[in-house]
């Protein structure tokens, strides 16, 4: 569907991802920008996976829940953020409201519910990003994604993201990066991971080697290959808590980390609250054991976990020796088929996958049984279908956390226990 048709109508709802549904004469469509209680004009523009999808044209009455001015000025156009126009109490309330629907078939009056508050929606704290680079016939600079495009949308502040990313940034303008595409960056306890992505270098780019007191390590990705722009390469650490004290734990360039230290923090006490007393812990997608070696350190935990990045395993079979932590790690892929027995029969398994879910886990379950679940679901849609295998297997929904590691996206992350 193309042209300039244009339909008045009136928003609904928010959707995980940020759209909202607006109603019109013809039909429902998926309006980006828009907030439940708006009436609107907004102008059709296509139809993208069977569902038809505009752009607000005309505001005629705006949403009590709706911000006048957001706080970033490219709000309409980038990606990163699509609930920018939503105040901070609704933003809480609904993306609540996305995780308690997710889990609604197995939520009982039992169930200890804890959702977040306006308080967690907090600017700036977000600890990694990926910059593409792009240019308006001008000159060349450093942006993100706009929404649903690779196009490329300039930004000279992002207000999501941590002040010393904000600070390296503005580094970039002024650094000469032939043939490179995309910087990402990491920012950890002692340091940042700068990553520099292209198809491949005749020279080796200038990093900045220090941004507010944290030492940067830059690193050139071409295809699968990441090498280090400079020596000796400086290991990074992010501090995570284990009981009353805290441990660090070595996270390479490529190693997976949530976008918030807060959030990740909460995370971990909460993996360790539901796991008290437990002695075998078994951990899946484990990555560089940013859940499983806090706990065997807070409650002396025999752990053993599975994860697909060899580089990650690695990683953390290192922390674990250097810890003397009763930890080990083994590359699996999660997806296929791999030897189930060393993970059966534990008084934990933790299940923290990727947005596709834990599928091929889930129905391995009558196999495993653990006495205890904590599933960890990035994605609300497979977390839904994760939660409905599970609880076929005869496990009950004990309890519900709600975390925001995007604030003003249109993302939330769900925790769950399940006990049989």
Known sequence: MTGLLVESGVAERLLPGG????????????????VPGDRLDIQIEDRRRGACRGRVQHLKTPSGERIAEPACPVACACGGCALQFVRREYQAQTKNGWVSDAFAPHLSARTDFRGITAADVVAGSRRRIRWWQGGDGQDAYWGLHGRASHDVVRHDDCMAVTPNIRLLHGHLAAMSLPGVESVQVTELADGMHMVLEG??????????AVIADLPVQGWFRSGTKVTPLSRPVHRMHDRLPAGDGWIDLAVGPEDFIQASRAGNEAMIRQVQAWSSGAGRVA???SGFGNLSLPLAAAIGSTVIGAEVRAASVMAANHSARDLGLDARYVQADLFGNFDLSPFAGMDVLILDPPRKGARRICKALPILLPRQIILISCDIASGARDAEMIARQGYRLEAVRVLDMFPYAGHVEAMSLWRL
């Open 199 to 208: 198809e491949g270098r005749d020279a080796h780019p200038a990093v900045p």
């Open 283 to 285: 951990d899946m997608f």
């Open 19 to 34: 759209e909202a549904t607006v109603r019109t004469p013809s039909g429902i469509c998926l309006v980006p920008n828009a």
